[in-house]
């Protein structure tokens, strides 16, 4: 792998989604060109941009790992069952050896298709794509991160665990396990807080992802104003970034307890921006039911005292 493309790679595992979309690509006949590529329309969609990866892709390709992404893009931007149909096929497709794509090709799709279905909830069927006993480092990442979502963090452990008995300790396996670690908790978030400072400390990287993963952690090691002060620079490099705002409405909260301005204006603005954000669904769903319960509830007449 030459150092442009491990470079690519780091970006885009640390969420430096806008750094690596503005890089220019390899020749096309690099052996990094279609790597490279994908990476970046991955970066598009991470953005919420699958437009700007399709226009990416070449429409003619029959690259498996680029038709993959082009479903995956196009999945994103208007879900559709036939367009998981497209995945299975390629990820049949890529069994034989009679498909346009070398073997890390062929691993991309694999991790392609299984987070499509892990957006469509189809979690096992995502688990299967990705491979139980895989040793693409990639695929176990997102297989931790399906497992951390249906809160499994033990059988994200047992995947990190079997990972390091193979994987060499890189960058993504360290991530893996500070991901893991903010739900496990074992450390006090120690490990997981230590990792993002390193990567933020890296003066060639600018990721707001990042930011926000470590204010995360912060907020979980109730160092509020620290968190805010992540959180406002991350939102400086992506404005209005959903799991950003979302976590700045937690700190808000915390730090005010009996709500605020600061709070209250974070929350109008992450139900505007994203009404269908796991926070502003749950939050609606909880109103809904109190609503119901007090329907349901006949408040009893005031007494009134007996005549002397």
Do not use: C
Not at 50 to 69: F, I, Q
Not at 106 to 129: C, D, I, N, P, S
Not at 180 to 209: C, M, R, W
């Amino acid at each position: 792998m030459s150092s442009e493309l491990y470079h690519t790679k780091q970006q885009f595992f640390l969420g430096a989604y806008k750094s690596l979309v503005a890089l220019s690509l390899p020749d096309s006949n690099s052996p990094d060109y279609i790597p490279t590529l994908v990476y970046q329309a991955r970066a598009h969609i991470a953005l919420n941009d699958p437009a700007a990866a399709l226009a990416l892709v070449p429409a003619d390709s029959e690259n498996v790992s680029l038709k993959a992404v082009s479903a995956l893009a196009r999945y994103v931007s208007a879900p559709d069952e036939s367009i998981l149909e497209e995945l299975r096929d390629l990820a049949v497709e890529i069994e034989g050896d009679d498909v346009e794509g070398t073997d890390q090709d062929k691993l991309a799709v694999r991790v392609l298709a299984g987070t499509a279905f892990a957006r469509a909830g189809e979690v096992e069927e995502a688990l299967e794509t990705l491979g139980a006993e895989t040793e693409d480092l990639e695929a176990v990442a997102v297989t931790v991160q399906i497992y951390l979502s249906i809160n499994r963090p033990d059988r994200a452990r047992r995947e990190f665990d079997r990972a390091k008995q193979w994987a060499e300790d890189d960058l993504l396996l360290q991530l893996i396990e500070s991901s893991i670690g903010l739900v496990a908790a074992k450390d006090g978030y120690a490990n997981a807080n230590s990792f993002y400072t390193e990567q933020l400390g890296n003066p060639s990287l600018s990721s707001p992802h990042i930011l926000t993963a470590r204010a995360v952690t912060r907020i979980l090691r109730n160092e509020i104003p620290e968190a805010k002060s992540d959180l406002e620079e991350s939102l400086e490099q992506q404005k209005n970034d959903a799991e950003t705002l979302a976590a700045f409405v937690v700190a808000a909260g915390i730090e005010s307890k009996k709500g605020s301005a600061e709070a209250d204006e974070l929350w109008t603005r992450l139900q505007t921006t994203h009404p269908t954000h796991p926070l502003v669904v749950d939050v609606a769903q909880k109103a809904d039911l109190f609503d119901e319960a007090v329907a349901k509830f006949t408040v009893p007449p005031l007494a009134v005292p007996a005549a002397a």
